[in-house]
């Protein structure tokens, strides 16, 4: 199936799409703040910019959305058009997110992934359970937490 614009508009709509300040970001960092949590956003320094990050804490928290990352949930459909393109493009996300996770580990700090559909989506969780779950894992010691919709 051909795409319904031409590939000039499909490039314009693809660069417009943001990879800061997403909404399920600003839930998160919103709620998180609300609960007393300080943190530093898109540390440079760290693998992966990391969205948010808890120096006290030693930990990482990724708003990831579930299409750029290919989580496997109802939100994500393969595209039908230039198939081998986007096959690459997120099969390499997935590769060099490991690659980030892996180094972020072996620098001791913990590693937070809440996928886009634990906030949006026919399966979503409420955004403040959401939020809950977060700020009890970054109190804990637990290494990681991967929060999702409920499928």
Known sequence: MSD???PETRSRMMAGIKGKDTKPEMILRTGLHKLGFRFRLHDRK??????MVFPRYKAVIFANGCFWHGH?????KWPSSNQEFWEAK???NQKID???N???????WRIGVVWECALKGKYRINSEEVIVLCAQ????DMVSIE???QC
């Open 137 to 140: 894992w970054l109190e804990s």
């Open 147 to 149: 929060i999702g919709g």
């Open 46 to 51: 760290l693998p992966g910019k990391p969205d």
């Open 102 to 108: 892996q180094r972020l580990q072996e620098m001791g």
């Open 90 to 92: 997120i099969k390499r």
């Open 72 to 76: 496997n949930c109802h939100i994500f």
């Open 4 to 6: 319904i614009v031409s």
């Open 98 to 100: 490991r690659e980030h």
